[in-house]
């Protein structure tokens, strides 16, 4: 069959200039960072990501390719799905291929418990130095104030934060977080994007932490102080919770799911901006960090985890040190 | 008079140009990966000429456009100017209760169209998406839209109800709709003029068979059942859709296997099915050859799919009180021997004389498979759901 180009046969209505299709940027690619591109992916999106070394993105296209993996095993996908998806993906080192996106996401993820704030304004930064005038600059950062961010910027109305939670392609929501600067435009691609990839955005105004990481942690927190007093165990506080209020995951199942070592920076994040007890980190949240027990991704945290599956760690709160 | 018509999928458009006059196609071609890398255009023209135009195309409109711009192309084309198109025809996927005919779209039947999108969230988004580009481009041609579930508006209450609190059915409208519907009313009332039987007196079991399957009772020229539902996932067992599941297995799966609606959405669409038993294949060709090897989760896919099939034969003969005539159509109905063999047999009881010679190879073509003295007919029928769009197309045009 003849091969021609497509550009030949157009329509004079139709050779009008359009936009061009949605690409989207992701600077750091982590955990987070592949969940979203992985979920823009899904519905068709150009992704392209930044990270520092050939070995990294390597290592980024493995772990993406590893998730796409578990979905089919778990019946989210199909082998032809998963084609589709990574070939959707693309990971480089320069900032100057973020030029052709209409949104960049950043979500740096900063395993040192240090303060991320002047690493994600240079991020914004060079961000900025490579996209074009209309492109909107979003952080996936959980417990900053977009405004703090944006100050490194020239064009600060085009920032805005949009937190994804984990997993970020089964989570329905979106935190779409403006900041008294950002553009109404800003805002509406933003919107957009949240459409595009069937999420429904949920407003907030401005506050570090959003709503969902805001009120996750001081119930973290309560459940680790009812542990500290002998209230109850591990177990029946994840029970009641779950089966009280309906929950998918009861407090500490979900502190493991999240990653107890991110809990931490969160809650020091939040304690930082607020200076409010409830969100300052439990001693038992610190005593599993320093043990390097982060929860779900390392096989153990509160619960021990194998082949998928959870277990009950033996005895009390004084057991909580690693198992044998 | 020339009549394009339009089958709108969420990434692709398919398209043929009817002369309707003498029901000659004077191109047809797809269009695939609207918005994505990779996309492009193949048209065919009824001389054998074919081109595949590689390159951007960012929407459904634009889609479109290079289909008229192809299609007006001095290389390429089949017409001199727009001006030639009459008329053009969309497949909706879904019609509610709304549409139990094709329509004339105005902008009342628009916003009808519309208010169905929660009934066919993914078919009839890009439905609607042709009918506004064609209304943008083409504003002075009139459209018209033939619904898949339209002709199986006619089944009663006690056969499309589903036995769950009627207030769900009046609020979310929650009941049988069918799909296929116009495949199964061309080949029907082909089959009967092949057959040079009176359509309004016949007792018609239309078995339409591909990668999705459906099975329809149709009763002096009306439907009365059909196997697909709410949605196209019940029914026959299909290439990687379940069909009928007892729905407890599925809360099983989901509570055990810990997902949640959209894995078990995948689960039940698209990893079922025939492939999902063979774990070979859903094309039926790759699982039969795979079953003449030996392999025997092959064997027992296509034991399950003919199986299944002679089930609901046996559920509309009793539906019916009786059977005329069963026609085969699409991918398999038309080109597979082995599964008409198959799904024909032990029915001898019915007066069913099943022509085995006859039969053998028989591809893509009209046949009747039975014998002269059999008391049911078994007619192969080519589908053709493009050309029934065109004549309602016309008839509707010409009527207005």
């Given at each position: 069959?003849?091969?021609?180009?497509l550009?030949?046969?157009s329509?004079?209505?139709n050779?009008k200039k359009k936009q061009q299709p949605f690409k989207?940027?992701?600077?750091?690619?982590?955990?987070?960072?592949?969940?979203?591109?992985?979920?823009?992916?899904?519905?068709g999106?150009d992704?392209?990501?930044?990270?520092?070394?050939?070995?990294?993105?390597?290592?980024?296209?493995?772990?993406?390719?590893?998730?796409?993996?578990?979905?089919?095993?778990?019946?989210?996908?199909?082998?032809?799905?998963?084609?589709?998806?990574?070939?959707?993906?693309?990971?480089?080192?320069?900032?100057?291929?973020?030029?052709?996106?209409?949104?960049?996401?950043?979500?740096?993820?900063?395993?040192?418990?240090?303060?991320?704030?002047?690493?994600?304004?240079?991020?914004?930064?060079?961000?900025?130095?490579?996209?074009?005038?209309?492109?909107?600059?979003?952080?996936?950062?959980?417990?900053?104030?977009?405004?703090?961010?944006?100050?490194?910027?020239?064009?600060?109305?085009?920032?805005?934060?949009?937190?994804?939670?984990?997993?970020?392609?089964?989570?329905?929501?979106?935190?779409?977080?403006?900041?008294?600067?950002?553009?109404?435009?800003?805002?509406?691609?933003?919107?957009?994007?949240?459409?595009?990839?069937?999420?429904?955005?949920?407003?907030?105004?401005?506050?570090?932490?959003?709503?969902?990481?805001?009120?996750?942690?001081?119930?973290?927190?309560?459940?680790?102080?009812?542990?500290?007093?002998?209230?109850?165990?591990?177990?029946?506080?994840?029970?009641?919770?779950?089966?009280?209020?309906?929950?998918?995951?009861?407090?500490?199942?979900?502190?493991?799911?999240?990653?107890?070592?991110?809990?931490?920076?969160?809650?020091?994040?939040?304690?930082?901006?607020?200076?409010?007890?409830?969100?300052?980190?439990?001693?038992?949240?610190?005593?599993?960090?320093?043990?390097?027990?982060?929860?779900?991704?390392?096989?153990?945290?509160?619960?021990?985890?194998?082949?998928?599956?959870?277990?009950?760690?033996?005895?009390?709160?004084?057991?909580?040190?690693?198992?044998? | 008079?020339?009549?394009?018509?339009?089958?709108?999928?969420?990434s692709?458009?398919?398209?043929?140009?009817?002369?309707?006059?003498?029901?000659?196609?004077?191109?047809?071609?797809?269009v695939?990966k609207i918005g994505m890398n990779?996309s492009?255009?193949?048209?065919?023209?009824?001389?054998?000429?074919?081109?595949?135009?590689?390159g951007e195309i960012l929407d459904h409109e634009s889609g479109i456009g290079y289909?008229?711009?192809?299609?007006?192309?001095?290389?390429?084309?089949?017409?001199?100017?727009?001006?030639?198109?009459?008329?053009?025809?969309?497949?909706?996927?879904?019609?509610?209760?709304?549409?139990?005919?094709?329509?004339?779209?105005?902008?009342?039947?628009?916003?009808?169209?519309?208010?169905?999108?929660?009934?066919?969230?993914?078919?009839?988004?890009?439905?609607?998406?042709?009918?506004?580009s064609?209304?943008?481009?083409?504003?002075?041609?009139?459209?018209?839209?033939?619904?898949?579930?339209?002709?199986?508006?006619?089944?009663?209450?006690?056969?499309?109800?589903?036995?769950?609190?009627?207030?769900?059915?009046?609020?979310?409208?929650?009941?049988?709709?069918?799909?296929?519907?116009?495949?199964?009313?061309?080949?029907?009332?082909?089959?009967?003029?092949?057959?040079?039987?009176?359509?309004?007196?016949?007792?018609?079991?239309?078995?339409?068979?591909?990668?999705?399957?459906?099975?329809?009772?149709?009763?002096?020229?009306?439907?009365?059942?059909?196997?697909?539902?709410?949605?196209?996932?019940?029914?026959?067992?299909?290439?990687?859709?379940?069909?009928?599941?007892?729905?407890?297995?599925?809360?099983?799966?989901?509570?055990?296997?810990?997902?949640?609606?959209?894995?078990?959405?995948?689960?039940?669409?698209?990893?079922?099915?025939?492939?999902?038993?063979?774990?070979?294949?859903?094309?039926?060709?790759?699982?039969?050859?795979?079953?003449?090897?030996?392999?025997?989760?092959?064997?027992?896919?296509?034991?399950?799919?003919?199986?299944?099939?002679?089930?609901?034969?046996?559920?509309?003969?009793?539906?019916?009180?009786?059977?005329?005539?069963?026609?085969?159509?699409?991918?398999?109905?038309?080109?597979?021997?082995?599964?008409?063999?198959?799904?024909?047999?032990?029915?001898?009881?019915?007066?069913?004389?099943?022509?085995?010679?006859?039969?053998?190879?028989?591809?893509?073509?009209?046949?009747?498979?039975?014998?002269?003295?059999?008391?049911?007919?078994?007619?192969?029928?080519?589908?053709?759901?493009?050309?029934?769009?065109?004549?309602?197309?016309?008839?509707?045009?010409?009527?207005?």
């Amino acid at each position: 069959m003849k091969k021609e180009k497509l550009e030949d046969y157009s329509l004079s209505k139709n050779s009008k200039k359009k936009q061009q299709p949605f690409k989207l940027g992701i600077v750091g690619c982590g955990s987070m960072g592949q969940e979203i591109a992985i979920t823009a992916s899904q519905h068709g999106i150009d992704v392209v990501f930044i990270d520092i070394t050939d070995e990294r993105i390597e290592g980024i296209m493995r772990s993406i390719n590893e998730q796409l993996d578990a979905m089919i095993r778990h019946w989210g996908m199909t082998e032809g799905d998963k084609k589709a998806v990574l070939s959707r993906i693309k990971g480089y080192l320069g900032y100057e291929v973020l030029r052709e996106c209409r949104l960049v996401i950043e979500a740096v993820n900063t395993k040192k418990p240090v303060n991320s704030l002047e690493l994600r304004r240079n991020i914004f930064k060079k961000i900025e130095a490579a996209v074009c005038n209309n492109t909107v600059i979003a952080s996936n950062a959980s417990t900053k104030v977009i405004d703090d961010l944006s100050v490194s910027l020239e064009k600060p109305e085009r920032a805005i934060g949009l937190h994804f939670l984990s997993p970020a392609y089964d989570v329905k929501i979106v935190e779409v977080n403006k900041s008294w600067k950002t553009s109404e435009e800003a805002y509406e691609q933003t919107l957009k994007f949240a459409k595009m990839i069937d999420k429904q955005p949920i407003n907030v105004n401005g506050t570090p932490g959003n709503i969902s990481t805001r009120l996750i942690i001081p119930l973290i927190n309560e459940a680790c102080q009812m542990l500290m007093e002998g209230v109850s165990t591990i177990e029946e506080i994840d029970v009641c919770m779950k089966l009280g209020y309906g929950l998918q995951h009861g407090p500490f199942a979900m502190a493991d799911k999240i990653g107890i070592d991110k809990l931490m920076r969160w809650m020091e994040g939040l304690y930082l901006e607020y200076g409010d007890v409830k969100y300052k980190a439990s001693p038992i949240i610190k005593r599993l960090v320093r043990a390097g027990l982060f929860g779900q991704r390392v096989g153990e945290g509160f619960y021990c985890y194998e082949n998928g599956q959870r277990t009950e760690k033996e005895g009390s709160i004084y057991n909580l040190g690693r198992m044998k | 008079m020339k009549i394009l018509v339009l089958n709108c999928g969420s990434s692709s458009i398919k398209y043929q140009l009817f002369n309707i006059e003498d029901e000659e196609i004077l191109a047809k071609g797809i269009v695939q990966k609207i918005g994505m890398n990779g996309s492009f255009l193949e048209n065919k023209r009824s001389d054998g000429d074919k081109v595949k135009l590689e390159g951007e195309i960012l929407d459904h409109e634009s889609g479109i456009g290079y289909i008229l711009g192809v299609l007006t192309s001095e290389q390429h084309g089949s017409l001199k100017s727009l001006d030639e198109i009459d008329a053009v025809g969309h497949r909706v996927v879904h019609g509610g209760e709304e549409f139990n005919s094709s329509v004339l779209i105005t902008n009342e039947v628009v916003k009808k169209m519309e208010e169905c999108i929660d009934l066919a969230p993914l078919h009839n988004p890009p439905n609607l998406k042709g009918i506004y580009s064609m209304q943008e481009l083409l504003p002075s041609v009139p459209q018209v839209g033939v619904f898949d579930t339209a002709f199986h508006q006619s089944m009663p209450a006690w056969s499309y109800m589903y036995a769950i609190p009627y207030s769900l059915y009046e609020k979310y409208g929650l009941r049988r709709y069918g799909f296929h519907g116009t495949s199964h009313r061309y080949v029907s009332k082909r089959a009967c003029e092949f057959l040079k039987l009176n359509y309004e007196n016949q007792k018609i079991i239309t078995c339409h068979l591909g990668n999705g399957s459906s099975i329809a009772a149709i009763k002096n020229g009306k439907s009365l059942d059909t196997s697909m539902g709410l949605t196209p996932v019940e029914g026959l067992m299909m290439g990687t859709r379940t069909g009928d599941l007892d729905l407890g297995v599925l809360l099983y799966i989901m509570d055990k296997e810990e997902i949640g609606t959209q894995a078990a959405n995948t689960l039940i669409n698209k990893h079922s099915g025939v492939l999902g038993i063979s774990g070979v294949s859903s094309d039926m060709r790759d699982v039969e050859d795979s079953a003449a090897d030996g392999n025997e989760r092959a064997r027992l896919a296509l034991d399950m799919f003919h199986y299944r099939i002679r089930k609901y034969i046996g559920a509309y003969v009793a539906s019916m009180g009786g059977v005329d005539v069963i026609v085969f159509t699409g991918g398999i109905g038309e080109n597979g021997p082995e599964s008409r063999e198959e799904i024909c047999k032990d029915f001898e009881y019915l007066g069913l004389r099943f022509d085995h010679e006859k039969n053998k190879g028989l591809r893509s073509k009209e046949a009747d498979l039975s014998q002269t003295d059999s008391n049911v007919k078994v007619v192969v029928i080519p589908t053709d759901e493009e050309l029934v769009i065109a004549r309602d197309t016309f008839e509707i045009v010409k009527g207005s």
